[in-house]
Antibody, heavy 123, light 108 residues
Framework: EVHLVESGGGLVQPGRSLRLSCAASGFTFDDSAMHWVRQTPGKGLEWVSG????????GYADSVKGRFTISRDNAKNSLYLQMNSLRAEDTALYYC????????????????WGQGTLVTVSS | DIQMTQSPSSLSASVGDRVTITCRPS??????LNWYQQKPGKAPKLLIYAASSLQSGVPSRFSGSGSGTDFTLTISSLQPEDFATYYC??????????FGQGTKLEIK
């Protein structure tokens, strides 16, 4: 059974940094591209960032480009999101999600999700 | 970026009803459209991928159809466990892989 467990969320002041982690188990981690998707309290889903199996293909939403960095460590079956220069509008529940493909692209979909880690940006 | 518009935003229905939710992308996305279900306090769950393919383990009362700029998710006979929020997502173009704003399905 696939398990994705996010951690690292918390309360942080605007302008500060936070690093999220996602520990994966139950599947061959380096067989899948991975993503971060966030959900603002009471609102919808926003794709944040994605990374291919070998880290050669990476993408970001415009809203986080230049501030967030996605990475993965296949030896540790882990996905990360380094979030710098945090803003109030980054407050959200952050999910990691598993892509069915090695490299995300046309036809991708997310067949497993973690339970999320909450990030609150406030002074 | 491709914008995804779902309708309605909310819907009240009764157990046993047939329900249809629509998703319209701002440009043609062929059949690269996915549907997810989210219950309160839970992560999204994949229901349908590639517009009409049922994810393993999902009940057959769920179905998807459409292509291009017009897609539908249909629940043939609502069950109590189907009351949730439903999201469409396009995976046609390079990032961002945008989601619709969601349709909240409530009990009448």
């Amino acid at each position: 059974e696939v398990h994705l467990v996010e951690s690292g969320g918390g309360l942080v002041q605007p302008g500060r940094s936070l690093r999220l982690s996602c520990a994966a188990s139950g599947f061959t981690f380096d067989d899948s591209a991975m993503h971060w998707v966030r959900q603002t309290p009471g609102k919808g889903l926003e794709w944040v960032s994605g990374i291919s199996w070998n880290s050669n293909s990476i993408g970001y939403a415009d809203s986080v480009k230049g501030r967030f960095t996605i990475s993965r460590d296949n030896a540790k079956n882990s996905l990360y999101l380094q979030m710098n220069s945090l803003r109030a509008e980054d407050t959200a529940l952050y999910y990691c999600a598993k892509d069915i493909f090695l490299v995300s692209g046309s036809g991708s979909y997310y067949d497993d999700w973690g339970q999320g880690t909450l990030v609150t940006v406030s002074s | 970026d491709i914008q995804m518009t779902q309708s309605p935003s909310s819907l009240s229905a009764s157990v046993g009803d047939r329900v249809t939710i629509t998703c319209r992308p701002s440009q043609s996305i062929s059949s690269f459209l996915n549907w997810y279900q989210q219950k309160p306090g839970k992560a999204p769950k994949l229901l349908i991928y590639a517009a009409s393919s049922l994810q393993s383990g999902v009940p057959s009362r769920f179905s998807g159809s459409g292509s291009g700029t017009d897609f539908t998710l249909t629940i043939s006979s609502l069950q109590p466990e189907d009351f949730a929020t439903y999201y469409c997502q396009q995976s046609y173009s390079a990032p961002p892989y945008t989601f619709g704003q969601g349709t909240k399905l409530e009990i009448k």
